[in-house]
C-alpha cells in the first residue's frame, strides 16, 4: 500500500500595507459599465499622478478581481516613456506591481482593465429594480474606502 500525506500550513495575509515610496497624488478614472445581462462588466482607463519617493524598482498598487491589459499599461516621467520591465500580481494582498528602474520624482501610470460587474455590494458593482415586471440595472458604488472582509 502507497500512502501520501499533503500538509500546508495556513498563513493569514497580514502585511497588506503598499509600500510607502509611491504615494499616489490623484486619481483620473473613466468606467464605461455594461447593464446588459450576460455581459456585465466593466470597462476602465485610470491615469494616476505618482510621487516616488526614492529609487526603487516597482510601483504597487491595490487592485481586485480586474484584469488588466499589460500591453496597454503605460508609465511616464516628465512625459518620458520609461520601460516596464514586468507586471507582478498578489492575489493574497491584493496587489498588482508594475517593474521596473523607477527613480525618484514624478510619474503617471494609465493602465486599462477590464472587470466584471458583480453583484456583491462591493467596489464599483450593479444592483437592479423592479419597474412594473420589467429587471432595470443600474452601475453603483457605496465609496467605501476598502472592502476587507475579516474572517475569525
Same mark, same amino acid.
Given at each position: 500500500?502507497?500512502?501520501?500525506?499533503?500538509?500546508? &500550513?495556513v498563513?493569514?495575509? $497580514?502585511?497588506?500595507?503598499?509600500p510607502?515610496?509611491a504615494i499616489?497624488?490623484s486619481?483620473?478614472?473613466?468606467?464605461t459599465?455594461?447593464?446588459?445581462?450576460?455581459?456585465? $462588466?466593466? &470597462? @476602465?482607463?485610470?491615469?494616476?499622478?505618482?510621487?516616488?519617493?526614492?529609487d526603487a524598482?516597482?510601483?504597487?498598487?491595490?487592485?481586485?478581481d480586474?484584469?488588466? =491589459?499589460e500591453n496597454m499599461?503605460r508609465?511616464?516621467?516628465?512625459?518620458?516613456?520609461?520601460?516596464? &520591465?514586468?507586471?507582478g =500580481?498578489?492575489e493574497?494582498? &491584493?496587489? =498588482?506591481?508594475?517593474?521596473?528602474?523607477?527613480?525618484?520624482?514624478?510619474?503617471?501610470?494609465?493602465?486599462?482593465?477590464?472587470?466584471?460587474?458583480?453583484?456583491?455590494?462591493a467596489?464599483f458593482?450593479?444592483?437592479?429594480y423592479?419597474? @412594473?415586471?420589467?429587471?432595470r440595472?443600474?452601475? $453603483?458604488?457605496?465609496m467605501?474606502a476598502?472592502?476587507?472582509?475579516?474572517?475569525?
Amino acid at each position: 500500500q502507497e500512502a501520501t500525506l499533503t500538509a500546508t &500550513e495556513v498563513v493569514p495575509v $497580514t502585511d497588506v500595507r503598499l509600500p510607502s515610496h509611491a504615494i499616489p497624488d490623484s486619481y483620473v478614472i473613466h468606467l464605461t459599465p455594461f447593464l446588459i445581462p450576460g455581459n456585465f $462588466t466593466i &470597462e @476602465g482607463h485610470v491615469s494616476i499622478a505618482i510621487n516616488v519617493m526614492q529609487d526603487a524598482n516597482n510601483i504597487t498598487l491595490n487592485i481586485k478581481d480586474i484584469l488588466i =491589459y499589460e500591453n496597454m499599461v503605460r508609465l511616464t516621467k516628465e512625459g518620458q516613456v520609461v520601460k516596464i &520591465e514586468g507586471h507582478g =500580481y498578489d492575489e493574497a494582498r &491584493e496587489f =498588482y506591481t508594475v517593474k521596473g528602474d523607477i527613480k525618484s520624482g514624478q510619474y503617471k501610470l494609465d493602465i486599462a482593465f477590464q472587470a466584471d460587474l458583480n453583484d456583491d455590494l462591493a467596489g464599483f458593482y450593479r444592483s437592479s429594480y423592479m419597474n @412594473g415586471n420589467e429587471t432595470r440595472y443600474i452601475a $453603483t458604488s457605496q465609496m467605501d474606502a476598502t472592502d476587507r472582509k475579516s474572517t475569525v
